[in-house]
């Protein structure tokens, strides 16, 4: 699986982006994809994840009510729409995709598994 994201940038405290990530190289649409972080200094962390049929979503409690993650209608993109950003929100952001089903994924719960694929990240600053 092929994971490409983009979509960062530098922008002012309160300001809007929205991240896209495209998966390549699935034969099925239906598996779990989800963004990570990480900060300088600082360890990867969980930001959001959505279910194959994006029925479910999942969101660290650092961006529940800013943040939104969904789906492209061909279920093979997944978008992070963030709002209200903050200077603590200055992090690379990863895409991240597992292929168990919601129940079953790691993503689900906000960690990662054996299965979980990764993309290049995306760079986003946010000045104060």
């Known amino acids: 699986v092929q994971l490409q994201a983009s979509g960062g940038g530098l922008v002012q405290a309160g300001a809007s982006l929205r991240l896209s990530c495209v998966a390549s190289g699935r034969p099925s649409s239906n598996y779990v994809m989800g963004w990570f972080r990480q900060a300088p200094g600082k360890e990867r962390e969980f930001v959001a994840a959505?279910?194959?049929?994006?029925?479910?979503?999942y969101y660290a409690d650092s961006v529940k009510g800013r943040f939104t993650i969904s789906r492209g209608d061909n279920r093979n993109t997944v978008y992070l729409q963030m709002t209200s950003l903050k200077s603590e929100d200055t992090a690379v952001y990863y895409c991240a995709l597992d292929s168990s089903s919601w129940v079953r994924s790691p993503l689900s719960r906000g960690s990662i598994g054996p299965r979980t694929d990764w993309g290049q990240g995306t760079q986003v600053t946010v000045s104060s």
């Open positions: 959505i279910s194959g049929t994006a029925h479910i979503t």
